[in-house]
């Protein structure tokens, strides 16, 4: 019997598939990689939008074949240490909504509810769509419906006193 694959993160495909080690957390690893997520949104906050669209267009381009080969490589889709996918959907989510830390906050939790709970139409992508593009649409539409959600709740988050 052979040893399975290993992570590695002198592989290019590896590092960025495992969001630069984060999804390698031994619990939760969905939520350390979104967590890592942030400090690469916060990059762009005083930028032009413009940028940060452009940037998210690029990690959701790129997104199949980082996390394709590194699935490939290990030899297990979809592999929870893959949160390449959450980076991504965490960037839709914020592609909504203007920059506060109460957005943030808001954008994170949203995300991980959809990404976690996957209603419909998240669910049957999630079970139907394969290879490198299975592992990401799920991400991308929970981050389109975090968005959206974010948006909309937009009017009530500017009223709390943080």
């Known amino acids: ?7 590695n993160l002198c592989n290019k495909w590896h590092l960025l598939a495992t969001g630069f ?18 400090p690469f949104y916060l990059m762009f906050v005083y930028s032009p939008s413009i940028w ?7 990690v959701c381009l790129v997104g199949p074949k980082i996390c394709g080969q590194a699935a490939e490589d290990i030899g297990v889709h979809d592999h ?14 914020m592609c909504f909504v203007p920059f506060s830390f109460v957005n943030v906050l808001a954008g994170f ?5 959809f ?10 992508l999630d ?6 593009l299975g592992i990401m649409i799920d991400d ?23």
Request: aromatic share 18%; proline share 8%; with cysteine.
């Open 80 to 93: 929870k240490a893959i949160v390449w996918d959450e980076f991504a959907g965490f960037f839709i989510t």
């Open 140 to 162: 991308v539409v929970a981050g389109l419906f975090a968005g959206l959600c974010l948006y909309l709740l937009l009017p009530t988050l500017a009223t709390l006193p943080l």
């Open 109 to 113: 939790v949203l995300f991980r509810f």
């Open 1 to 7: 019997m052979t040893k399975p694959a290993q992570f």
């Open 127 to 132: 079970k139907y769509v394969h290879g490198g």
């Open 115 to 124: 990404d976690i709970v996957k209603p419909w139409p998240i669910s049957y």
């Open 52 to 58: 940060f669209f452009i940037f998210t267009a690029l």
């Open 21 to 38: 080690g984060s999804g390698l957390a031994p619990f939760a690893p969905g939520t350390f990689g979104t967590i890592a997520a942030i």
